[in-house]
């Protein structure tokens, strides 16, 4: 009997059959189909392509409009966009032809909320603190601001040297106005039924600081722009956003949450305590943000008796990695004028000269060797109160009591007894007293072994009970 078998290939010493090597030859062409697909898949979009999908939203968001509203008159301006755009995208201008695109779709999706009837809501200007003005859309003539107006889209707010302004969002987002910026609020909607809302403001110049803030179940966009990128936050975050239009360098810090940057070719994340510096749109550099400084003392709502306490000293905990630090205090919450500022302190503390009666905050930042701003603190407050302010016939001081101290985990409960109405630090932080005097507390504890708790407390004459308790820590 005759048995045919498959021909075969040698290849130096070794025998291969000719369907094991079309086996291997295809083989290879599947993974490499397989990896460029990958490549392609994965790879960042190019700015043809990211210039394609604007123009491919345009085009849809203006065919709804002209279903939504044929007759508008804000439809050929929308088209005129969108013909624009197509011709940059034909002559290989494609950062042009998104730009175009973009406005063509900005303008077309007006017109269809406006349509649909969505609740379009107002921003309240919260807090004015120097020479802030308002500009209404449609208008050239620039007003002073007061706290309580309510600003619309197209309206423009701008804050002059030294001062600042604070908005409040209708989803009870907040935003600073840094001293010397100008901000656009372009659009603001709210759709109950489909359960979506979106802020979108333009930042001209200067630096805004936002803290955004989710609903449940509710799709959420906040996004600040400047002529050359966009920040976009859709969960709770904080973000500051500085643009220096006659420099073309633009900063973008993500202090907590996450936020996306989008520039003419390319869409990043920004991550908790990143910090992204741009230079014409294009990113040169990121870099860490340090934490903020841990405050020491004096603890907040801490009030000095002048002329008896003189000497008011400010301390925190080192920061790794950083090379000095910026301390302001002022009369002001929001800081646009401080009354004392040092911006490259070497040390960890500061005495500070005698200080009027009156109300002060404080706050710190780490400074890297490279002079870049890290987190600020938490604000502080503390009170300077004259003699005429003071009982000078009571000189007792409250009653603390510390009754229980119980370690669980990194944490430790703290319960006791004070003098009704007095202030009560513990470990720097203010703690409520109840009516009877007694409180109860939960403090995070530093580090493994041993932790010292300080408690303070201080009556409306300024005399003031101090105690302090160790515990043990094993759980690090």
């Known amino acids: 009997m005759t048995t045919t078998r498959a021909p075969r290939v040698a ?29 392609w898949s994965g790879r960042a979009p190019s700015p043809e392509e990211l210039a394609v999908r604007a123009i491919e939203a345009a085009e849809q968001a203006l065919l709804e409009a002209r279903s939504l509203a044929p007759r508008e008159p804000k439809l050929a301006l929308a088209l005129e966009h969108l013909e624009t755009a197509r011709d940059r995208l034909a002559a290989a201008r494609f950062v042009d032809a998104r730009r175009e695109a973009d406005e063509g779709r900005r303008i077309a999706e007006e017109i269809a909320l406006r349509v649909k009837g969505r609740d379009v809501v107002g921003v309240k200007v919260v807090r004015v603190d120097g020479d802030v003005r308002i500009k209404r859309a449609g208008r050239f003539l620039w007003e002073n601001a007061s706290e309580g107006l309510v600003l619309q889209p197209g309206d423009q707010i701008r804050s002059g040297p030294g001062s600042e302004a604070r908005l409040r969002y209708f989803d009870d987002t907040e935003v600073t106005l840094s001293p010397g910026s100008m901000l656009e609020i372009r659009e603001l909607w709210r759709d109950e039924s489909r359960r979506r809302q ?8 200067g630096e805004v600081q936002a803290q955004t803030r989710s609903r449940d179940g509710v799709e959420t966009l906040h996004e ?13 975050a904080e973000f500051r956003v500085r643009h220096d239009r006659e420099k073309g360098v633009s900063e973008v810090v993500a202090v907590s949450g996450e936020v996306t940057l989008r520039t003419d ?15 014409g749109g294009a990113i040169v550099e990121t870099s860490s943000l ?9 603890p907040d709502q801490r009030a ?4 008896r306490e003189t000497v008011v000293e400010l ?12 301390v302001q205090v002022a009369s002001r919450p929001l800081f646009t004028q401080p009354l004392i500022e040092h911006d490259r302190l070497p040390r960890t503390s500061i005495q500070l000269p005698a200080l009027d009666p009156g109300v002060y905050f404080w706050r710190v930042a780490a400074v890297d060797a490279a002079g870049r701003h890290g987190r600020w603190s938490p604000t502080r407050k503390f009170r300077v109160i004259g003699e005429a302010f003071r009982d000078p016939t009571d000189q007792d001081p409250p009653r603390l009591e510390v009754t229980e101290v119980l370690v669980v985990g990194t944490n430790a409960i703290v319960s006791g007894t004070s003098e009704p109405g007095a202030l009560l630090w513990i470990d720097g932080e203010n703690v409520d007293v109840e009516d009877d005097g007694s409180f109860t507390w939960v403090i995070k504890l530093h580090q493994d072994g041993r932790n010292r708790i300080e408690f303070v407390a201080q009556d409306a004459a300024g005399n003031e009970t101090r105690q302090v308790r160790d515990v043990w820590v094993q759980t690090f």
């Open 265 to 279: 070719d390319r869409e990043v994340p920004v991550r908790e305590s990143t910090r992204v510096t741009l230079q």
């Open 315 to 326: 301390s925190w905990v080192p920061v790794e990695e950083a090379d000095a630090y910026h």
């Open 290 to 298: 340090l934490p903020a400084p841990r405050l020491s003392g004096p």
């Open 304 to 307: 000095f008796q002048a002329p």
């Open 224 to 236: 600040v722009s400047t002529e050359s990128a966009s920040v976009r936050a859709r969960e709770d």
């Open 198 to 205: 979106a802020v979108h403001e333009r930042l001209e110049f």
């Open 11 to 39: 290849v130096e010493w070794v025998y291969v059959r000719y369907s094991t090597v079309l086996g291997l030859l295809l083989a290879a062409v599947v993974l490499a189909g397989g990896g460029a697909w990958y490549w």
